[in-house]
């Protein structure tokens, strides 16, 4: 169970956080509207979380439109209007990274969830892209990590890649100028070299591992003489330990 100092969940105080028991939630609320006040409201606001049962990773965002499509809700959603932006990130995530899985994400706003910071963040400061991702305990079931788990080098991995999808979105959102497109293409291609470098380095371990025996540099001489290999003639020993005079 997670919880604070309090014994309380910190991800279900967003709502009206309290600055003595909650004083992490309270000042980051705090700044978020300072910069709404500002006319800077984030492009992305995302919490980090472990899941204890699902695999994979994937993210959690908030869709007013597929809210009501899967609580089956008699709403005409033809009528309502909204950006579906918020599929943007989770779609680049899903090419980039190889632990993430776009199908195992869910853009559900359950009245459960409704003091948890991504809805409140998604609600009140009007961040279209709000999330909380997950990272599995449970391992993964696709792609290059299939029927492994995550480990430390996986999950900054994965948060280098959630950069670099930060990166792509911008470039797709956002005017950019010569420089800043130059220097991201510089990005994309140094990330394929190092996937490449990647898969042949497990390759090369994957071949190591299915020979029988590894390959040696040089000859090994067995004929080569040894202690061991010298004949000893036991009955001479026992003959001079006989002959020895006993001291005392």
Request: net charge negative; charged share 25%; aromatic share 8%.
């Amino acid at each position: 169970q997670r919880c604070s100092l309090s014994g309380d969940d910190l991800n279900r105080q967003w709502l009206s956080p309290n600055s003595v028991y909650h004083p992490t939630i309270y000042h980051t609320k705090g700044l978020l509207y300072y910069l709404k006040s500002q006319g800077r409201v984030p492009v992305v606001f995302c919490d980090y979380h472990g899941h204890s049962q699902r695999k994979n990773v994937f993210l959690y965002g908030c869709s007013i439109k597929e809210t009501l499509w899967q609580a089956g809700c008699t709403v005409d959603t033809s009528k309502v209007t909204e950006d579906v932006g918020y599929r943007t990130l989770p779609k680049i995530l899903d090419k980039l990274a190889p632990a993430f899985l776009m199908s195992s994400c869910s853009f559900l706003v359950e009245k459960s969830r409704d003091s948890t910071a991504r809805v409140v963040v998604w609600r009140e400061i009007g961040v279209l892209r709000s999330y909380t991702m997950e990272s599995t305990y449970s391992g993964c079931s696709h792609g290059l990590y299939k029927g492994l788990q995550l480990g430390t080098s996986e999950l900054e991995e994965m948060g280098a890649k959630f950069c670099l999808g930060l990166l792509v979105l911008q470039l797709k959102s956002l005017p950019c100028s010569k420089k800043v497109m130059a220097q991201a293409e510089t990005l994309l291609d140094l990330e394929e070299e190092i996937a490449d470098l990647r898969a042949q380095r497990s390759n090369n371990s994957c071949s190591l591992e299915t020979d029988d025996e590894l390959p040696c540099g040089d000859e090994v001489d067995y004929n080569t003489d040894s202690c061991s290999d010298q004949e000893v003639d036991f009955g001479d020993m026992d003959r001079e330990i006989q002959e020895c005079p006993l001291k005392g």
